[in-house]
Nanobody, 118 residues
Framework: QVQLVESGGGLVQAGGSLRLSCAASGVTFSRYAMGWFRQAPGKEREFAAAISWNGGTNYADSVKGRFTIARDNANNTVSLQMNSLKPEDTAVYYC????????????WGQGTQVTVSS
């Protein structure tokens, strides 16, 4: 059974930092690309950042230069370091996993709330 469990969300002031973590189980982690998505109240879920099975990264323009995604294949975890947070970063953040040869994210975590106060 595949499980993705996020942690690290919380309340932070604008300009602050948070680090999200996602622990994966039930998959051969090193064969999966991992992504972070977010959904703000009243909005659709959107892509934030992703890291390929071999370490390549890409970011949404809205977070580029402020967020950093990283993976630890030895511990089956992926992290999202978020710096210079803005109120518009407030959302539920979801971790997702995609088989390396697939174009679709198949597995999702339950989400963790990030709230940035102004």
């Amino acid at each position: 059974q595949v499980q993705l469990v996020e942690s690290g969300g919380g309340l932070v002031q604008a300009g602050g930092s948070l680090r999200l973590s996602c622990a994966a189980s039930g998959v051969t982690f090193s064969r999966y690309a991992m992504g972070w998505f977010r959904q703000a109240p009243g909005k659709e879920r959107e892509f934030a950042a992703a890291i390929s099975w071999n370490g390549g990264t890409n970011y949404a323009d809205s977070v580029k230069g402020r967020f950093t995604i990283a993976r630890d294949n030895a511990n089956n975890t992926v992290s999202l370091q978020m710096n210079s947070l803005k109120p518009e970063d407030t959302a539920v953040y979801y971790c997702a996993a995609r088989w390396q040869y697939s174009t679709r994210y198949s597995y999702w975590g339950q989400g963790t709330q990030v709230t940035v106060s102004s």
